[in-house]
């Protein structure tokens, strides 16, 4: 990575772990702190729209949206201003919060900005059989958890695949959760934007919705702090779409495909240069495993969230 346009280091370059899909270091120098993203290009599951994606965020910061201030990007990197912050952990946030959350969507929905490339989504994979048998062959520790929700997860996908998605289609963030989330002063700074692009906005509020208002499961979700953020996007100025199970299929689909992309990078059985570490990846997998015949089956309660 040549950062040689960030000053002078004044120390090492540091990693900071526990990215979902690829690798953030922290660069400290002569002209301040900066968050060094690295792509990863090697097995990723879309292509990266940088230089769209980098344009969207300087619209985005110039509008005031609280987020880190968009440095410099190439084709396999994205800099940041560094941006000291409380990570929020996988629980209901305050309402308060929730419903800053809803205004700033309507705040980035309504920016003019042009994209140009037209996303085409994938049928969801159907090998969900075939990669049990290889899990099982190969000793994977979460092997017989796999195989015992095969039928699910072709179901899952069937769902994916045939869910009626109303409109609007909206340009957004597509990936406003816990995780890419921090809290300066009680109040949002939402960060990792490159999987912007265009997203039916029932897919892109219930999806950020619910994983406000929820723990790590669903057991034990708040139906005050998930509407906090439909308040939230009205009072900015959004109007909400139709109600239905749209409002999570993205989720869903989203998560499909990356317990699959983990499950693939985990029968590779190396660790790899790029992306998050073969740990995070065992234990992305068991989460969705686990995680996602739980969702799917609750779709009937969480409708009841919209009413």
Known sequence: MNLSHLGAPIRPMIRVHGGFANRT??????????????????DRRWTYRIEEVFRFERAAFAAGVPMPEPISASDHTIVHRWVEGKKMPEA???????????????????????????????????DWPELAERAASTGQPWADELASQVE??????????????????????????????????????????????MLDLAGEL???ALSLAKGPGF???????????????????????????????????????????NILRCLAGVEASTGPDLALSHESVRNGVRGLPDMFGRLPELETLLV
């Open 25 to 42: 270091y922290r660069l400290d120098t002569d002209q301040g702190s900066f968050a060094v993203k690295e792509l990863n290009l090697v």
């Open 152 to 197: 699910t997860l072709l179901a899952i996908a069937h769902f994916v695949d045939t869910c009626e998605r109303p409109g609007p289609v909206v340009l957004t963030h597509k990936d406003i959760q816990p995780w890419n989330l921090l809290a300066r002063d009680g109040r949002p700074v939402v960060l990792d934007w490159e999987l912007s692009g």
């Open 206 to 208: 219930g999806s950020t």
């Open 92 to 126: 209901p946030v305050s309402e308060a919060y929730a419903f800053e959350i809803g205004e700033i969507l309507a705040r980035i929905h309504a920016l003019d900005v042009e994209w140009t490339h037209v996303s085409i989504e994938d049928p969801a994979s159907r």
């Open 219 to 261: 057991d034990n979700i708040e139906p005050a702090i998930f509407r906090s953020v439909l308040d939230g996007y009205v009072a900015g100025g959004g109007a909400l779409p139709p109600s239905g199970p749209s409002w999570f299929v993205f989720m869903i689909g989203g998560w499909l495909g990356h317990t699959r992309w």
